[in-house]
């Protein structure tokens, strides 16, 4: 991103989105790739009837599908997640959670959210937290008026931005951008 502003490539036309398009499939389906050989070679995931057959059959196209269908569905199953925890399991944050993973490197134990709300739910998966997307986490801060103000602020401070960038033309102001935009 950094480097088609710095091109000058303000907007984006028709063939780049469609390239833009094409990678992000690409990604999907090699994350799938890498997800059904670790489901082939994991027995613990062979419970699931579905990797089952993949792996009983040895059809990895099978194998990167379901995985591929895991890696698009669990964003959407964790917001809702998080609407069942918050505020019955856990409080509302009120915003600390923007904060929480910050202060994780203070002495003491302090956790992140997706790991509080991991814990909450009962989940006992291997490797890190839930993490809830976006409007779960506005959620968890503001309810439901968080689905409303958080993605308004951030678009606000994104315009302010860009606005800066496109008056400054500086690269570090593009790369500033660019890495608040994906983040």
Known sequence: LAFLLGAGIERMRPRGLAVICALGIGLVVTAGAV???????????????????????????????????????????????????????IPWRFGYTYIQSVITILPGRQTTFDQDLKEALGQDYAGGGTVPSMLGESYANFGPVGWIVVPA??????????????????????????WVLVH
Request: hydrophobic letters at 45%; glycine letters at 8%; charged letters at 10%.
């Open 35 to 89: 997800g059904g050989y670790r489901f082939n070679g994991t027995p613990a995931t062979w419970r699931d009837p579905a990797i089952a057959r993949g792996v009983a059959s040895g059809d990895p196209l099978a194998l990167t599908a379901v995985a591929a269908r895991n890696y698009l569905i669990v964003p959407i199953q964790n917001f809702s997640s998080t609407m069942d925890a918050v505020p019955s399991a």
């Open 153 to 178: 602020a951030l678009g606000l401070i994104l315009t302010v931005l860009y606005r800066f960038t496109m008056r400054q033309r500086t690269v570090g102001s593009m790369v500033v951008f660019s």
